[in-house]
């Protein structure tokens, strides 16, 4: 959303922001705001590209996709999908894994990994347009090429096919239909993204602070409504409840431990008693859902409340992440897209140099100690997870002080225009809106 000449935006300084910092950062947004050289884009395109590619010519591409892809052909044979321990997801996802069934493996070699980036794209076009950000500017093009390069649990997500992506394109399509009051529409692309994976299902609050009972009531009917066909197609329906459910409640086994990041899992292994391990991330996530009450609450925001839905959002999902077993590293690609968009926001978290110090642990190319690596790569995970919650929650708990601040701008183009027709000249005159 422009900011005519002559109107004076609220403006939140956080603590520790210098004098100049916050003009300084609305020049580097304004740059990042023109549209993206033609370089730029084919950059952008071959790094994506390589990465699917890359992706499908190693042995061990879409592991945790092939688990979902074995339940819908045990249902295909007459069989039962709880049957096997590693399918964890209702029974509406083994409907919608059919048609991958149905696919040769070696077009699912090279389809999966152009899907899951696909889903990751739509996830960042949304939240581009939730901040109305220009979708053909450096920002849109190079950040998401260069968060793709250097952010491991993209790739990681990439490699194995986790249904985790349907999660990171859901929420910022809900965010930005909620947005525009379909809370409707919203209830719906949440309620199938928890039929596919019930990741999710804490986002429900969200609707509840918001007191959108049409949209709640449609989240939470449409993967019931698909899991109750599913079941009926199936035979032993119930081992959902009796296996598959108490699995997972136990973190599963000793297969996802070296991954799991939740503190439930990390602080055992560190030497902190199991019963104290489970007290630290419960009173973790109370507080992180206290922050999102909080959050929620504040309508201090001048940018029309993108920020109030993206932080609250986010902090209800990093509450969950905190105590849910296991939590792996490319949850945490549901909630960054969403939070690196807020950037062109004056006084959003990526202005705060500490988000960038909580996102260390997952940039790609740092020569970390071997034993942080592969197995013990859990510990870097849950530093994340951990430092994005806390970050997030104080900004809820302390928020900053809010002034009033002149900014004189030459205007925004018409909204009619072209997101790729942009002039120069009218791009380098927009702020960070």
């Known amino acids: 959303m422009g900011l005519r000449s002559g109107i ?9 922001s210098g004098a100049g910092g916050p003009e300084s950062g609305n020049r580097w947004v304004a740059w990042l705001l023109r549209p993206a050289p033609g370089s730029w884009r084919v950059l952008s395109l071959v790094v994506l590209l390589g990465i699917c590619v890359s992706t499908s010519l190693r042995a061990n591409w879409g592991s945790d996709n092939a688990f979902v892809v074995k339940a819908a052909q045990a249902l295909l044979d007459g069989g039962s999908p709880y049957e096997d321990k590693r399918f964890l997801y209702l ?6 894994a059919v048609p991958e069934a149905l ?3 070696e077009v699912l070699r090279w389809v999966l990994p152009v899907g899951m980036s696909g889903l990751l794209a739509v996830g960042w076009w949304a939240a581009l347009r939730l901040f109305s950000v220009p979708l053909c500017s450096r920002f849109a093009v190079g950040v998401f090429a260069l968060f793709a390069l250097a952010y491991k649990p993209y790739v990681n997500l990439v490699l194995i096919g986790n249904w985790t992506a349907v999660s990171a394109a859901a929420l910022p ?20 993204a928890i039929a596919c994976k019930p990741m999710l299902v804490p986002v429900g609050l969200l609707f509840l602070l ?8 449609v989240a939470v009917l ?3 409504g698909l899991s109750l066909v599913g079941a009926l197609l199936m035979p032993s329906p119930t081992l959902f409840f009796t296996k598959t459910l108490p699995f997972l409640l136990q973190g599963q086994d000793a297969y996802a431990l070296p991954w799991d990041a939740s503190p439930i899992a990390v602080l055992p292994r560190l030497g902190v008693p199991g019963p104290l391990a489970l007290v630290v991330a419960g009173a973790g996530a109370l507080v992180g859902l206290w922050a999102a009450w909080a959050r929620w609450r504040r309508t201090d925001d001048a940018d029309g409340g993108e920020l109030r839905l993206v932080e609250t959002a986010c902090m209800v999902m990093l509450a969950a992440f905190l105590v849910s077993r296991p939590s792996f590293d490319h949850y ?3 909630v960054v897209p969403l939070l690196l968009a807020s950037a062109v926001r004056p006084g959003s978290m990526p202005r705060s140099p500490w988000f960038w110090v909580g996102l260390g642990p997952q940039v790609a190319g740092i020569p970390w100690p071997s034993e942080l690596e592969r197995k013990r790569r859990a510990f870097k995970d849950c530093a994340t997870l951990c430092g994005l919650a806390i970050l997030l929650a104080r900004r809820a708990l302390v928020p900053g002080r809010v002034t009033l601040e002149p900014v004189t701008t030459a205007g925004s183009p018409p909204r009619t225009e072209p997101e790729c027709a942009t002039r120069p000249a009218e791009s380098a005159s927009r702020t960070a809106f």
Request: proline share 10%; net charge positive; no cysteine.
């Open 8 to 16: 004076w935006p609220m403006k939140r300084e956080e603590p520790g």
């Open 91 to 96: 029974p509406s996802a083994v409907l919608m």
């Open 103 to 105: 696919l040769p493996r």
């Open 173 to 192: 399509v809900a965010l930005l239909l909620a947005h525009r009051r379909s809370w409707v529409a919203a209830g719906l692309v949440v309620g199938v």
């Open 210 to 217: 918001a007191r959108r009972w049409r949209g709640l009531a």
């Open 222 to 224: 449409v993967p019931l």
């Open 332 to 334: 945490l690609l549901v």
